[in-house]
Structures are given as C-alpha cells and as structure tokens.
C-alpha cells in the first residue's frame, strides 16, 4: 500500500484546508484509514479515522472542525478542516490498515501497518 497525502498549506487562523491521500493497492475491504499529526517536540496523535464500513472516529480535541471522508472509487481519503487554531499546527499523516479495528484502538497509531510522507499544515495567528 502507498500512500500520498497533498493539500497542506498556510492558513490564519479560522481557517480551512482539505487534505487529500491517495491509496494505492488498497481497494478491498475490510480496511481502515486514519490521519494523524505530530508538531514539532511532541508525540504522534490520531486526529481522525474510518473505516471500510465507512463508520468514523475522531479526536476530541478536532470534533466538530474536521471531517474524515473517503471516495472509494477514487481510493483516496480526505480530512476536511474548519474553523483551525494555530494548535492545529503540524505535519499531517494518512495511515492504513488491512483489517477492521476495534473504535477504541483507530486512532492509536500503533496499530497502522502503512504510512504517508506527511504533508505541512501551519495556521498563524
């Protein structure tokens, strides 16, 4: 599986921005996909997922603001993000997984077998 996030940028805050990831070879069910993100000096954190059943989760701290969707036909997935806060500030991943997860581990990025290179979001104050 090959993944290739697009759609990072600068904003001000209040802003929006729509990420995109292209998945290759990932095109039978079950699987689950996620976005995750890491600023600089922290730990990487699970923002969004779904699944093959389309079903989602998302962090508390992106509810609300973002939205995780996919377009099968076109293998790719998108987090579509409102209303940003310079905390939202970070390098952005797509992740997957073959396989169906339980809703309490999705957003644990232990459990992806599949990364993206990271695509840059910056929101200024």
């Known amino acids: 599986v090959q993944l290739v996030e697009s759609g990072g940028g600068s904003v001000q805050a209040g802003g929006s921005l729509r990420l995109s990831c292209a998945a290759s070879?990932?095109?039978?069910?079950?699987?689950?996909m996620g976005w995750f993100r890491q600023a600089p000096g922290k730990e990487r954190e699970g923002v969004a997922s779904?699944?093959?059943?389309?079903?989602?989760a998302y962090a508390d701290s992106v509810k609300g603001r973002f939205t995780i969707s996919q377009d099968v036909a076109k293998n790719t997935l998108y987090l579509e993000m409102n209303s940003l806060k310079p905390e939202d500030t970070a390098t952005y991943y797509c992740?997957?997984?073959?396989?169906?997860?339980?809703?309490?581990?999705?957003?644990?990025?232990?459990?992806?077998?599949?990364w993206g290179q990271g695509t840059q979001v910056t929101v200024s104050s």
């Open positions: 779904i699944d093959s059943d389309g079903s989602t």
């Open positions: 070879k990932l095109t039978v069910s079950p699987y689950c």
């Open positions: 992740a997957a997984e073959r396989r169906r997860l339980a809703i309490w581990f999705r957003l644990s990025r232990d459990v992806y077998s599949y």
